[in-house]
């Protein structure tokens, strides 16, 4: 399938800047590049996947996860009142 994308010139400019520094064509690169994104997690669920196993893996109860959780909130909470 041939694709064609009107880029504005800063995007433009981007992508030709990444290609040669991975040391790509910028049509290759952008192919990679929308490959990747395709494959990638789809759904919320997908996107936790990996997170829902470290926690499964590292032994962690609910009740220690909710503590870490909760102390994460309330200092972000404590910086905006800041």
Do not use: Y
Not at 12 to 24: F, N, S
Not at 44 to 69: N, R, Y
Request: hydrophobic share 35%.
């Amino acid at each position: 399938m041939t694709l064609q994308i009107d880029l504005s010139p800063e995007f433009e400019a981007k992508l030709r800047e990444r290609a040669r520094a991975a040391e790509k064509d910028p049509a290759t690169f952008a192919r990679e590049a929308l490959e990747e994104k395709l494959r990638g997690p789809r759904t919320f669920a997908e996107i936790l996947a990996p997170i829902h196993k470290q926690v499964e893996e590292s032994g962690m109860t609910e009740q220690e996860i909710d503590s870490i959780l909760q102390r994460a909130i309330d200092e972000s909470r404590r910086e905006r009142k800041l």
